[in-house]
């Protein structure tokens, strides 16, 4: 077959010559696919630091199968360090490795990829220019004993901040915690966060190899799945089998249910509907919201659950909940080695504990919905399966804060005036407003309330919250409250009804006042006048188009057509 890279390396002018000399390709290798090996590890990035000792090991698998391996650097987007979010900067790695991939001789790429917005930036950018591609995930970090207790990265955290709040951890306890957090080690986050997700789905989306998600971050089991990632990518060269052949509607469905199965993470929703841009299918929550209906949790892992992801993985991973789906999951769709997952998933071990059957699931679903209404006219997520079961009916006056300083800084107000049955509104976190939707939707409650014991409260935000997180959190509320959605208009006491059962998201306000509340409103002047933050928020969609840019969004077969260079003198 005629490899893409042959437009390079052909020929016996100086151009092609001088293509061959950059590459060191040798008489041997002249006839090989090239292999491209897109490496995101940095020291800035602990979830991906850990690909730096697997790539020697891809490079091995990708010459044992016949192919040339190129290893080329890529910005790492790491949930730890970036800010405001790594979020803003995802949307400008697709965009680098699209670039990438299209400017240089490549005819298939291994993805290494593992924190949060890593994931979908991949897979948006492999299936944008379909070349034969794989994800290789990072794999998650240990889980060291706190308190005789498996440390969930994220969550306890989270846990332990309402404990020192409320009074109840001191300093000593504290800076135990850090302590055993620092010993974790390099790899994703440990429980069902949107590392943890996004691994999952990727694997049912047929962009990784079946049973590597979950893996842990250090040990034989990653280093052998880096070279069967290498083998298998450089076999879809030499087939020219390719993304678009596997990520259909059908395997996007199977991700949607997938995701409920689990009580993912609801910044995979964003994520989904993304990559559903770039290929032209449906992530619409009105789709998302029918097909999550009948889904139970079957994923015993935290925030939802009680155990971790490399439990999920021992239990048999996701073909063993492949599997526990039965016909909620339609196993024609092709996973990543090729095969159906009929038979990908038909000698997956039966679980033993942390993944349930249908007959004996985790908890009855949905474990999350979509609602729409007055106050989210576009739509907006909720994680029912980690919210309190009675606020998922609940009205309540509405407590406002402009931006995360403003919350921040009155939250811990000893005077602030705040019940529980109060409605906590985050507004400007959203795409355009920060820009670029920060993890800020899960606000603390107030401090005087966590001292008397208060453990939850509905909170409603335009933003993003960790998958790590819970509560009963109403998020990407839209449009969002900068480009002047209806969260713009909220004000200190205003009644709000949120009703999952119906999926509403109601103000409860006179539509004569919230017309006046529109003729006064005006949008904050923009911050940003340069850069990539001015070219995001001029055209970053809102959330339930998955936050991509408007003129990377691909609805038509014409807007889809990869153009390739023109290869000549540089």
């Known amino acids: 077959m005629t490899f893409r ?4 390396i052909d020929g016996d002018d100086e151009v092609a010559m001088s293509h061959r000399v950059a590459l060191r390709l040798d008489d041997v290798d002249r006839g090989k696919p090239v292999v491209g090996i897109a490496d995101t590890a940095s020291a800035l990035n602990p979830c991906n630091i850990g690909f730096t000792r697997l790539i020697p090991e891809i490079e091995r698998g990708i010459r044992d199968a016949g192919g040339v391996p190129a290893r080329f650097p890529v910005m790492s987007l790491g949930e730890d360090l970036m800010k405001p979010s790594a979020m803003l900067y995802r949307n400008l790695v697709a965009m680098e490795l699209e670039e990438t991939v299209r400017a240089n001789p490549l005819d298939g790429v291994v ?17 944008t220019t379909d070349l034969p591609s794989l994800l290789l995930l990072g794999g998650a970090r240990s889980a060291p004993l706190f308190n005789g207790k498996p440390l969930g990265t994220g969550t306890d955290l989270w846990r332990a901040l309402d404990e020192r709040r409320a009074g109840r951890m001191d300093d000593q306890q504290w800076l135990g915690l850090e302590r055993t957090l620092s010993c974790t080690g390099p790899g994703a986050c440990n429980t069902m966060g949107t590392a943890s997700t996004m691994a999952i789905l990727t694997e049912v989306l047929g962009m990784s190899l079946p049973g590597t998600a979950g893996l842990a971050a250090v040990g034989d089991e990653l280093m052998v799945a880096a070279y069967q990632t290498g083998v298998a990518v450089t076999q879809a060269v030499l087939a020219d089998e390719r993304p678009a052949s596997r990520l259909t509607q059908v395997s996007l469905d199977n991700a949607i249910r997938t995701l409920a199965a689990v009580a993912g993470s609801t ?24 097909l999550w209906h009948d889904i139970d949790l079957l994923a015993d892992v935290e925030p939802s659950g009680t155990g971790l992801i490399h439990d999920f993985r021992r239990d048999g991973g996701v073909p063993a909940l492949v599997a526990a789906l039965g ?10 080695d090729g095969r159906a997952w009929a038979v990908a998933a038909a000698s997956a071990p039966q679980p033993t504990g942390v993944i349930h059957s249908r007959t004996d699931p985790v908890a009855s679903g949905p474990t999350l919905a979509a609602v729409f209404g007055s106050l989210a006219p576009t739509g907006a997520v909720i994680k029912t399966a980690a919210a309190t079961s009675s606020l998922l009916s609940h009205t309540g006056r509405a407590l406002v804060f402009d931006d995360y300083a403003d919350m921040r800084e009155r939250l811990d107000d000893e005077s602030l005036v705040v019940t529980a049955e109060d409605v906590i509104v985050v507004r400007t976190c959203g795409p355009v407003g920060v820009p670029g939707m920060p993890e800020w939707g899960m606000a603390p409650l107030p401090k005087r309330l966590v001292e008397q014991g208060v453990t939850d409260m509905v909170r409603i935000s335009d933003g993003r919250m960790s998958g790590t997180s819970f509560g009963t959190v109403v998020l990407h509320v839209s449009p969002e409250s900068a480009v002047g959605g209806p969260l713009a208009l909220v004000e200190d006491g205003d009644l709000i009804e949120l009703d999952v059962v119906t999926r509403r998201l109601s103000l409860l306000v006179d539509e004569s006042e919230l017309e ?14 340069r850069g990539w933050p001015k070219l995001y928020a001029e055209h970053v969609q809102q959330a339930p188009d998955g936050c991509d840019l408007d003129f990377l969004a691909a609805p038509s077969p014409e807007t889809r057509r990869f153009i390739e260079p023109v290869v000549g003198r540089s």
């Not at 890279?5 to 390079?8: E, F, H, L």
């Not at 841009?277 to 029918?290: C, F, K, P, S, V």
């Not at 016909?327 to 990543?336: E, I, N, V, Y």
Request: a positive charge.
């Open 516 to 529: 006046r509340r529109r003729a006064e409103w005006r949008p904050s002047p923009p911050r940003h006048l």
């Open 5 to 8: 890279s042959r437009a390079w």
């Open 327 to 336: 016909d909620q999951f339609d196993t024609s769709a092709r996973s990543g």
């Open 267 to 290: 910044n995979a929703v964003i994520h989904l509907a993304a990559i559903a841009g770039r290929l032209g299918l449906d992530a619409g929550l009105e789709r998302m919201d029918a």
């Open 111 to 127: 993805y290494l990829a593992n924190c949060d917005k890593s994931v979908p930036a991949s897979i948006m950018a492999a299936v």
